[in-house]
């Protein structure tokens, strides 16, 4: 019998599907828990991801443990949870720039990545402070040793206890041909 639920559509039932015969039509076997065995694997191993995604940006594990990690898991049976940390924390591939004198831009906003990085702190260590020390840096490092193309990624610290940094702008600059 098809689950017309699951697919979005309407299915006007009719008498005519309650027949004697619907019940001996399904598998009503009582001592099958296949089914809702599946349901609970899946709903486990989801929040198995979503468990080790919330760990891994919780605690900022670096990415290379991450895929390690997953690799030992996914060889002791979780063979459906993802290969690699990018996928698991769902890392973006391709994200919108701005072009800008001559200059390629990426924004973060600082408002949402400020309030994004204080929530990770406890609660106490907040209250302890009347005011928030930020800093900012910014310089240049080489993409390429043969190209003139350069990184000016401009950072933001948080001056708690641990102190956090993260970017604020990523840009990229090319030298003019000479």
Same mark, same amino acid.
């Given at each position: 019998? !098809?689950?017309?639920?699951s ?9 005519s +599907? =309650?027949d +004697?015969?619907? %019940?001996?039509d399904?598998d009503?076997?009582?001592n ?10 899946m ?5 198995l ?5 919330t =760990?891994?940006?919780?605690f900022?594990?670096?990415?290379n443990?991450?895929? @390690?990690?997953?690799?030992v898991l996914?060889?002791?049976? @979780? ?17 919108a720039?701005i072009?800008?004198?001559?200059m !390629?831009y990426?924004?973060y ?8 990085h204080? !929530?990770?702190?406890? %609660?106490e260590?907040l209250?302890n @402070? ?7 840096? %910014? ?5 390429f040793k ?5 990184? =000016? ?10 102190? %956090?940094?993260?970017?604020n702008?990523?840009?990229?600059w090319?030298?003019p041909?000479?």
């Open positions: 019998m !098809e689950d017309h639920l697919t979005g559509t309407s299915y006007a039932w009719e008498e +599907d =309650w +004697d015969n619907f %019940v001996e399904m009503l076997d009582e099958d828990t296949t089914d809702q065995e599946d349901l609970t694997d709903e486990d191993k989801s929040s991801a979503t468990d080790l995604a =760990w891994a940006s919780k900022q594990v670096k990415n443990a991450v895929d @390690h990690l997953l690799k996914q060889q002791h049976g @979780h063979t459906d949870l993802p290969s690699t940390a990018r996928t698991l924390l769902k890392t973006p591939r391709h994200v720039t072009q800008k004198s001559g !390629e990426f924004h906003p600082l408002h949402q990545k400020l309030l994004e204080l !929530e990770k702190y406890p %609660v260590e209250h @402070h009347d005011t928030i020390d930020l800093s900012f840096n %910014v310089d240049g490092l080489p993409l043969s190209s003139g193309k350069a990184m =000016w990624p401009v950072l933001c610290a948080i001056h708690l206890n641990p102190t %956090v940094c993260f970017p702008h990523i840009n990229l090319k030298q041909a000479k």
